[in-house]
């Protein structure tokens, strides 16, 4: 089985509003000028930071609060960005570095003070057009069918795996998001694709027990 195109069958398949992101094709690989401002960047990428930051295992209730700590490093290092990366492998990087310590920071909290309830919209739902009630929910599922896949792989692959298979970033921005080689990248991304087979296939062997 060509495991790629599995793959994207069954983010298709949980996820449409991903099949509409792609059919729109991947962002541009690099910056042709520099010259972002800080306004410019935070409205041209907000809805990739919040995904990111999402996919990358922050709890739902912090989620709002670490995208902004995200913008407040963009703000203060912008003018070190010289366009040798796409911007948003610069902003994945921070992004990475931001969520990581908010969640050491969570679980050092007591549960009454993080980590629990649905306090903000899911870019991943955000389409053209209102979807129905029914369709609502169910795109909410599996959304959250998404990110529970997503929050049980190593943190290596996952990231890998949200800028290729989500995001469709190409290898080299990928690379230069995650600090890695190339090959690193092809080799994490081919292990992260096997555990997303694994964890739909749970996740659906899962549903079919309860609806017994």
């Not at 495991?3 to 994207?8: C, G, I, L, M």
Request: one cysteine or more; aromatic letters at 6%; glycine letters at 6%.
């Amino acid at each position: 089985m060509n495991t790629k195109a599995s793959v994207a069958g069954h983010l298709q398949a949980v996820v449409p509003q991903l099949a509409r992101a792609h059919e729109r094709g991947p962002a541009a690989t690099h910056d042709a000028t520099v010259g972002w401002t800080f306004t410019a960047v935070y409205d041209a990428h907000f809805a990739f930071v919040w995904r990111s930051v999402r996919r990358l295992g922050v709890a739902d209730s912090a989620v709002d609060d670490v995208v902004q700590d995200v913008f407040l490093v963009v703000h203060r290092q912008l003018g070190r960005f010289r366009g040798e990366s796409s911007i948003r492998s610069w902003l994945f990087a921070i992004a990475s570095r931001v969520a990581r310590d908010s969640r050491r920071s969570l679980h050092r909290k007591p549960g009454n003070l993080g980590g629990r309830g649905r306090v903000c919209d899911d870019v991943d739902l955000v389409a053209d057009n209102a979807p129905s009630a029914h369709e609502a929910v169910a795109a909410g599922e599996a959304v959250r069918r998404l990110h529970a896949v997503l929050d049980a792989m190593p943190k290596e692959r996952r990231e890998v795996f949200i800028l290729a298979e989500l995001e469709h970033m190409s290898v080299g921005d990928i690379a230069a998001a995650v600090r890695a080689n190339v090959n690193t990248v092809y080799s994490r991304l081919r292990a992260a694709r096997a555990d997303f087979e694994r964890g739909v296939a749970r996740a659906l062997a899962n549903d079919r027990w309860r609806m017994r």
